[in-house]
């Protein structure tokens, strides 16, 4: 087994104790706040297949609100499907899928009142989202790309705000 470095007794990682296990970080001290994130990626597809789309010609039904509906289900389940994330009191979740630019692009918002922040539920939310695309159009484009998920801004918590330099 790996040696982990620790400082003072305690392990560098925060998910892992001082003998090397897997663990839940206790946020049980850290102060209640606002906490928000706002995540993004998009879906390329081909341009019939985003035709279809807008025109609501798919066999599976509304891609664009479905996958939406499924960013909600998932920003709400990620403790769920993330081992060591924390089952978080989400108060607003918004999700926009949209055709632009020859893409899908998809971004979702979370915000909490709490000790631990919303990146990972944005993130999540983003991800279904984009997978519920291409399972809705896989049957017309076996070609379709999920890219660039990532985080766009967060704020609240000890760490404080952050917003990734083009986005600013």
């Known amino acids: 087994m790996k040696h982990v470095t620790r400082i003072e007794g305690k392990s560098k990682l925060t998910h892992i104790d001082t003998e090397g296990k897997t663990q839940m970080v206790d946020v049980g001290s850290k102060p209640q ?7 993004r990626g998009h879906v390329t597809a081909q341009p019939e297949t985003l035709r279809l789309i807008s025109e609501q010609q798919m066999k599976k039904g509304n891609v664009l609100e479905v996958a939406r509906l499924a960013g909600y289900m998932a920003a709400k389940r990620t403790s769920d499907l993330i081992p060591l994330c924390h089952p978080l009191n989400l108060t607003s979740i918004r999700v926009d899928v949209t055709i632009v630019d020859k893409k899908i692009e998809i971004e979702a918002e979370v915000q909490t009142v709490g000790r631990t922040g919303v990146e990972m539920e944005a993130l999540t939310a983003v991800s279904v989202a984009a997978l519920t695309v291409y399972d809705m159009c ?6 379709m790309c999920i890219s660039d ?14 917003k990734i330099p083009e986005e600013k």
């Open 33 to 39: 706040s606002l906490r928000t994130a706002i995540a």
């Open 149 to 162: 998920i990532k985080l766009i801004k967060k704020t609240g918590g000890t760490s404080g705000d952050f």
């Open 138 to 143: 896989k049957a017309v484009d076996r070609e």
